[in-house]
């Protein structure tokens, strides 16, 4: 995956994949802040708060995701790398796209294999097939909010196959 030094990024407006990309990985930022900050620090979103961000985190895991509603300390641990590693790669990761920076080709292919591999195990193996208590029971909404953490970055994994992705449209 070495980058020619020579190789120019193209225009961003010529990469209009990337566009999506800052925009979703954007929006994952945010995510990070107002979902999985919450767990790791131990905030109860196990019942109607009057503060909105603990309020829409339980509008969501109340009838959807008994895990992140009571998150043992191996998920919080899960949410945590979100909140504290990913959220800075992630804005790291917009301004490179934006940028055309083609160092952060390896970056990108290390959060991509790691969150692909650990949200797929959580969402299908604990989530969704794992043991009652932790499995969904509203598979359809909880595969709406979850799909796009292990989609998307596997869709960046695969912008990222080649040397000098900049250099090309996808």
């Known amino acids: 995956m070495a980058s020619d030094p020579g190789i120019r990024a ?12 800052a925009l979703v990985f954007s929006a994952f930022t945010i995510t990070s802040i107002i979902s999985d900050m919450l767990p790791t620090l131990g905030v109860d979103i196990s019942h109607p708060s009057s503060n ?18 009571h998150p043992p ?20 990761l917009v301004i490179a796209l934006i940028r055309g920076w083609q160092w952060i080709q390896l970056p ?36 709406a909010f979850n799909v796009p953490y292990v989609l998307l970055p596997l869709l960046l994994l695969v912008r990222m196959r080649k040397p000098d992705p900049f250099s090309r449209r996808f």
Request: proline share 9%; aromatic share 18%; glycine share 6%.
């Open 10 to 21: 193209l225009p961003l407006r010529e990469r209009p994949f990337d566009i999506g990309f």
């Open 52 to 69: 909105p961000i603990v309020n829409s985190n339980y509008w969501y895991a109340h009838d959807t995701d008994p895990l992140f509603m």
């Open 73 to 92: 300390t191996w998920m919080r641990i899960c949410t945590g790398l979100s909140a504290f590693v990913y959220l800075p790669f992630y804005v790291l």
């Open 108 to 143: 990108a292919v290390i959060y991509a294999t790691m969150i692909v591999t650990l949200t797929g195990i959580v969402i299908f193996g604990v989530e969704l097939f794992g043991e009652p208590e932790w499995v969904t029971p509203r598979p359809g909404k909880f595969l």
